[in-house]
């Protein structure tokens, strides 16, 4: 019986997209159990991003403004919050990390 296509939300845009039967199958004769999290454009951009690059060339770091979730002042981070998680200034970081490791 072959898979019936399926509606699934992207984890970077919240889009909706559609995950076939044709890639069902492509995803089962690779062995890959997980379906895919994100659309096809998102999943472009996030191999872009995270493919190699020639030696001595290197990506632009990009902040992206946040308020700290203990001290509540404004701090920027090297990745996208998805608001999952608390995120902290680099002090609060630290002290954070002292506490759980018990220094």
């Given amino acids: 019986m072959a ?4 509606l699934l939300h992207c984890r ?7 995950w076939t039967g044709g890639e069902q ?7 890959l159990t997980n379906q895919p999290c994100r659309c096809t ?8 991003s995270t493919a ?15 308020t700290c979730a203990a001290c509540g ?3 920027t981070v090297p990745f996208v919050p998805r608001g999952t998680h608390p995120v902290y200034c680099t002090e609060c970081f630290s002290r ?3 506490v759980a490791s018990g220094y």
């Avoid at 898979?3 to 399926?6: C, R």
């Avoid at 970077?12 to 559609?18: K, V, W, Y």
């Avoid at 199958?25 to 062995?31: A, L, N, P, V, W």
Wanted: aromatic fraction near 8%.
């Fill in 3 to 6: 898979p019936i296509d399926k």
């Fill in 12 to 18: 970077d845009c919240g889009q909706e997209f559609l």
């Fill in 25 to 31: 199958q492509f995803y089962m004769s690779k062995g």
């Fill in 41 to 48: 454009a998102c999943r472009a951009v996030y191999h872009q």
């Fill in 52 to 66: 190699p690059l020639p030696a001595g060339v290197t990506r632009a770091r990009v902040a992206h403004p946040v």
């Fill in 73 to 75: 002042r404004p701090t």
């Fill in 96 to 98: 954070q990390q002292s």
